[in-house]
């Protein structure tokens, strides 16, 4: 019996032997296989700023599922909090009453003025500039102004901050907007009124009690210039979503988003400064159509920037496994050449559109917001 016993205990650790083996060299593999997964991922990065010239089905290639784990990967940015450095100041570069020239520069940024600004003033709209760019550089879209290489702009970004709406306009502005991005020249024009500045006594004040969200909006759009410039309600989505972050001194306060958002579009906006004032219970275009429409289409559709900044919230927080990580992926086809409509399908990773408006309809009215659509 104990001879029995010895040998069926030999063949035991035989055999244990044997899988744990086998457990270590499969843990090899995986091991190799992550690693090589891994340099392929920075590879691809890198590549983004020298294009390759390759078929567009090979553009269109949805990022592979083990992309989630991969370190290379940028997450959403999880501070509750975005501050710029101390050090942050503005200098005054020029002061030219001959030639109504007066230019100051922040960190990343240049302001040319038509007009003398107070110290208060140039500040405010130089820090909400610099925190756009703070916190746009730490979005996870590989956004090409922040990318090295054949397609980045070295060099200040300009802003040309205008007293006379009627060279506003003649300049590139839109009617009644407080201001634009134009592509080319890759500067962004900005009215006086557009961001509250007033005439007093001879000299300019900044009315605080409005918002400059306007700022932030098209801060947003000068750092996501390129190939994510194509979707409508993306394009104008993400602008919106950085623009409702608030902004208290040189700080971006994160963790009140979300009801800054819902104030926004449901209200009339923190401290009644400016808002849609949709209603707690919104009457939506179809995702279809909002979706699938070109840019000048999407700016008809009335109350197109609210309808893009809710989809945008729910695909960067709550689509999926509420990791932004669909949204990702489509902003990394687009930037790979992929075509607008084959960037799309990852969004909707096989769902249709009646399916995706019921995720949607069914995320916001946990945050009190109602939606019906118009199909």
């Excluded at 916190?135 to 901050?161: M, W």
């Excluded at 006594?201 to 098209?218: I, V």
């Excluded at 695909?315 to 790979?336: I, M, P, S, V």
Aim: aromatic share 10%; with cysteine; hydrophobic share 35%.
């Amino acid at each position: 019996m104990k001879v029995a016993q010895a040998i069926l205990w030999l063949v035991f650790l035989i055999l244990g032997g044997r899988e744990i083996r086998s457990w270590q060299e499969a843990g090899l593999a995986a091991n190799s296989e992550t690693a090589s997964h891994n340099s392929l991922e920075r590879i691809a990065s890198a590549s983004l700023s020298q294009p390759r010239q390759v078929p567009i089905a090979q553009k269109a290639i949805a990022v592979p599922q083990s992309s989630r784990s991969s370190p290379s990967i940028r997450q959403w940015p999880n501070q509750t909090r975005h501050t710029l450095p101390d050090g942050f100041e503005v200098q005054t570069l020029e002061s030219n009453q001959d030639s109504s020239r007066w230019s100051y520069r922040s960190e990343h940024f240049d302001f040319v003025s038509d007009a003398a600004l107070p110290d208060e003033a140039v500040e405010e709209f130089a820090s909400l500039f610099e925190l756009t760019h703070l916190y746009c550089s730490r979005l996870p879209f590989e956004l090409q102004r922040f990318q090295k290489g054949k397609n980045h702009r070295a060099g200040r970004l300009k802003v040309r901050l205008m007293e006379d709406y009627s060279n506003y306009l003649r300049e590139g502005g839109t009617p009644e907007s407080g201001g634009i991005y134009l592509t080319e020249p890759d500067l962004i024009l900005i009215p006086f009124e557009g961001i509250g500045l007033r005439k007093e006594n001879g000299t300019y004040q900044l009315d605080s009690t409005r918002t400059n969200q306007t700022l932030m909006h098209e801060a947003t759009h000068m750092m996501m210039r390129g190939p994510l410039l194509k979707d409508g309600w993306f394009v104008e989505g993400a602008a919106e979503y950085v623009a409702t972050i608030p902004k208290k001194t040189n700080t971006l306060h994160v963790d009140s988003h979300l009801d800054a958002i819902k104030s926004y579009v449901c209200d009339y906006g923190y401290q009644d400064r400016g808002g849609h004032n949709l209603g707690p219970e919104i009457e939506f275009v179809s995702l279809q159509t909002l979706m699938e429409c070109d840019y000048p289409t999407f700016q008809e559709i009335p109350n197109g920037y609210p309808y893009a900044l809710l989809l945008f919230h729910y695909f960067a927080h709550a689509d999926g496994e509420a990791d932004g990580q669909r949204l990702r992926d489509y902003a990394k086809a687009l930037n790979q050449g992929a075509e607008n409509g084959t960037a799309r399908k990852i969004l909707l990773a096989g769902r249709d559109y009646r399916t995706l408006e019921k995720l949607l309809t069914n995320s916001w009215e946990k945050d009190g917001i109602s939606l019906t659509f118009r199909n």
